[in-house]
């Protein structure tokens, strides 16, 4: 049981400016209900998701006001009516888009996952949202085999760390492309290959450095003219996946490529997934996502962590462009200034 007053994150409307729109407040608990849990937070990160949803430009807006944070762990402190093999003390996931930047939720039991208790909360905060669209952008669209290869730009972001972590696994090659000279080290420290920064003269720079490989998928998290960079890498027939627009700029391609070189263009939203997926798919998804964190073959690197005090500037770091890593707020860690 909490002994000082619950806080989490609140925004009562939508602005330009991200960091300006969310606050810190203090909240009383709703007595807890039967079939529901007291969840400790313990770490949440902050998603490019998560400051489009403030911002009012993402595909899913909860009505207002709101409490942010899309996903993240906490430890389960009481339980009210049947456990349903939960008990006190349990790690577990969160659901999606449950308002996670919060010290304190009370969530209904069976909508908790439990996750294994000796594993980095922080690593496992990041399981709902990057590790399965990695997971799934690479299993749901091309049957690839090892050996195969793999385009893909951003691959300095959490995705791109993921995607290639995964494919690394599965004996699949991986060409990770990045828009400044600054990101290379990152993706070579997380295990990355063949790493080149992005121009019109992507395709040349892709053949001298691979040589003339038959790249089956891209997937571009840019948008702009980066998505018809990426199309001009892929063989004849191959399947190009948008999953975002780090650009700000809609995707552009010319039909001299899609239609002649017979390319299949397809986007990819997580939430899409969640909704189509029966609950099964999704068990098995996140239990093996658990296995590969608690194992290690799956991290993410992080920047910063932050306080619950401080998500407004938790909120700026992670909005902020050339980061090295993802930004964490932990509501019950210790007290952290503000960086």
């Known amino acids: 049981m909490t002994t000082h ?15 300006e729109v969310i606050k810190t407040v203090e909240f009383t608990l709703p007595p807890l209900q039967p079939g529901e849990a007291r969840v400790a937070v313990l770490a949440a990160p902050v998603n490019p998701s998560d400051i489009l949803t403030l911002t009012g430009e993402y595909g899913l807006l909860p009505p207002l006001p709101a409490v942010g944070g899309n996903e993240g762990v906490g430890r389960v402190e009481e339980i009210a009516g049947e456990p349903n093999g939960l008990e006190v003390g349990d790690v577990v996931l969160l659901p999606v888009g449950c308002g996670t930047w919060s010290t304190h939720l009370h969530l209904p039991v069976k909508t ?36 195969d290869w793999v385009i893909q730009n951003a691959a300095n972001s959490a995705v791109g760390g993921y995607l290639a972590q995964l494919a690394k696994r599965r004996g699949i090659n991986v060409i990770n492309v990045v828009r400044r000279e600054s990101a290379i080290e990152a993706v070579w420290a997380a295990g990355g290959e063949h790493v080149l920064v992005d121009a019109e003269d992507l395709p040349k720079r892709v053949r001298d450095a691979v040589g003339e490989v038959h790249v089956r998928l891209a997937v571009d998290c840019v948008g702009g003219v980066h998505t018809e960079h990426l199309a001009r890498c892929l063989a004849a027939g191959g399947t190009l996946v948008n999953y975002g627009s780090m650009s700000g700029e809609r ?89």
């Open 5 to 19: 007053p619950p806080k989490h994150a609140r925004y009562a409307y939508r602005g330009p400016v991200p960091h």
């Open 112 to 147: 908790l996952v439990p996750l294994p208790h000796d594993v980095d909360p922080v690593q496992l905060s990041m399981l709902t949202v990057n590790p399965p669209t990695a997971l799934l952008m690479l299993s749901e669209f091309v049957e690839l085999q090892p050996g």
């Open 251 to 339: 995707c552009m391609i010319s039909p001299r490529y899609f239609v002649f070189n017979d390319l299949t263009l397809r986007g990819f939203w997580l939430s899409q997934w969640y909704k189509r997926a029966a609950a099964e798919r999704r068990r098995a998804v996140f239990a093996e996502l658990a296995g590969l964190v608690a194992d290690g073959t799956l991290h993410a690197r992080v920047q910063d962590h932050y306080s619950i005090d401080h998500v407004a500037d938790a909120v700026r770091a992670a909005h902020a462009g050339a980061r090295s890593g993802k930004i964490i707020i932990e509501p019950n860690g210790p007290p952290r200034a503000a960086i």
